[in-house]
Each structure stands twice: as structure tokens, then as C-alpha cells.
């Protein structure tokens, strides 16, 4: 089926420095989620993003997360500066046209620790 | 604002057994409904969702769910699980005036040979 990539699938990085996760989206796909899992934790939604802007976004995105789509290239959260708290694994899905009514389809995740 | 509650952390079965993976939810109308799986390293991949018409609902490698509305219950079921149905399972919620899916907090299945 369809696949989503997401680059890298582990970082580790000393806290206070910046960190861009990045997802390679289904082709045709015009939404695009980002989800946090700690480890033995439930996924939890942060952000989902549709025609260049957030369109909704939870508690945990914080005003350190940013995400953009830049030419139709990599969907990205960017993190900056990051916190220990921040360390977890990344999920990010995409889906077409219906937003959540569409089946999701998710990356394997990009494993963060903070230092 | 929705919720899933997955009551069961761990279901450990024998093969050739069947299975019932439970998952209640909490949205006054009527939701959106999915159980998605894990396989260890993988990204979520979708069995089955719901949305309206036929409560019961069948998806991928033999897997069905039903909705039951007076329950708010929306629990997977298998009739027989092979070793590798071993995987982590989410149940998830979203309402139909959002784009924001719930997830519920897994249920890792251990399938004995």
C-alpha cells in the first residue's frame, strides 16, 4: 500500500539544540499529522497541517514546535530549542482529500532522545 | 472532545484462538471509529474503520469490529489469530467535524505457537 518515509529514524541530540523531523508524505496526499508516543504511552495527536497552514493543533505543540511543507517537498516539524520532555518517537501520516474521514496512513516513526 | 479507553495493556493467546481486543469511547454523537496495528519498528497500518451503515465491519486478515452505540464500544474481534498477529493494536476515535484522530493507549497481543 501506500508508504510514508520519515528521515531519520533515530536522532539524539543535547538539549537546546534545534532538531527537523522529517516526512516524506504520500504522493497525492494533502493533509499531513504529526503525532507524539512516549515510550509505553499512547500516541497523542500535536498538529495536522492542509494547504500551507495548521489547521488544528493539541496542548503539546508547543510554541518550540514548528511545522511547514516547502515546495512540495519534505512535510517537517522542527523543534527548536528542544527539552528533555521533547524525547520520544515521531509519527507522521498523511491523508487525502476528507481529512480524518480518510484512512491515515503512518510512518515508522523517527526516535528522538534529548540529552 | 473524544476519548478511547483500551482496558486491556496485554491479551496473550494461543494460536488458533479467538480474539477480542476491547475498546470503549467516549463522543456524545455518532464517531468515526478505526483499530489500527503495530509491528515492532513499523509505522500504525489500518485494519478496519467505521463510519456509518452496518455495525459491523470487516477488515484486513480476517479481523471484524462491531460498533455498538448503547455500549460505546467499538471492540476488535478475530476468530482464529495466527503467531503473526503478535503486534501492538490501537482502537482510535475522531469526530466528523475534525481532522484530529484520538488514539487509545494499545493493546500488545502475544500470540503462543
Known amino acids: 500500500g501506500p508508504k510514508v518515509l520519515q528521515i531519520p529514524s533515530h536522532q539524539i541530540i543535547d538539549m537546546g539544540q534545534m532538531v527537523t523531523l522529517n516526512c516524506d508524505p504520500v504522493s497525492n496526499h494533502l493533509y499531513f499529522y504529526w503525532y507524539k508516543q512516549i515510550l509505553g504511552q499512547q500516541m497523542e495527536f500535536l498538529v495536522n497541517?492542509?494547504?500551507?497552514?495548521?489547521?488544528?493543533k493539541s496542548k503539546l505543540f508547543k510554541d518550540q514546535f514548528s511545522v511547514e511543507r516547502p515546495d512540495g517537498s519534505y512535510f517537517t516539524l522542527k523543534i527548536q530549542p528542544t527539552a528533555l520532555e521533547d524525547s520520544a518517537v515521531y509519527f507522521c501520516a498523511s491523508s487525502g482529500l476528507g481529512g480524518s474521514q480518510d484512512t491515515q496512513y503512518f510512518g515508522p516513526g523517527t526516535r528522538l532522545l534529548v540529552l | 472532545a473524544q476519548s478511547v479507553t483500551q482496558p486491556d495493556a496485554r491479551v496473550t493467546v494461543s494460536e488458533g484462538a479467538s480474539l477480542q481486543l476491547r475498546c470503549k469511547y467516549s463522543y456524545s454523537g455518532t464517531p468515526y471509529l478505526f483499530w489500527y496495528v503495530q509491528y515492532p519498528r513499523q509505522g500504525l497500518q489500518l485494519l478496519l474503520k467505521?463510519?456509518?451503515?452496518?455495525?459491523v465491519v470487516q477488515g484486513v486478515n480476517g479481523f471484524e469490529a462491531e460498533f455498538i452505540k448503547s455500549n460505546s464500544s467499538f471492540h476488535l474481534r478475530k476468530a482464529s489469530v495466527h503467531w503473526s498477529d503478535s503486534a501492538v493494536y490501537f482502537c482510535?476515535?475522531?469526530?466528523?467535524?475534525?481532522?484530529?484522530?484520538?488514539f487509545g493507549t494499545g493493546t500488545r497481543l502475544q500470540v503462543l505457537p
Open positions: 467505521y463510519y456509518s451503515g452496518d455495525p
Open positions: 497541517f492542509y494547504n500551507g497552514k495548521v489547521m488544528e
Open positions: 482510535a476515535v475522531s469526530a466528523p467535524n475534525t481532522n484530529k484522530v484520538v
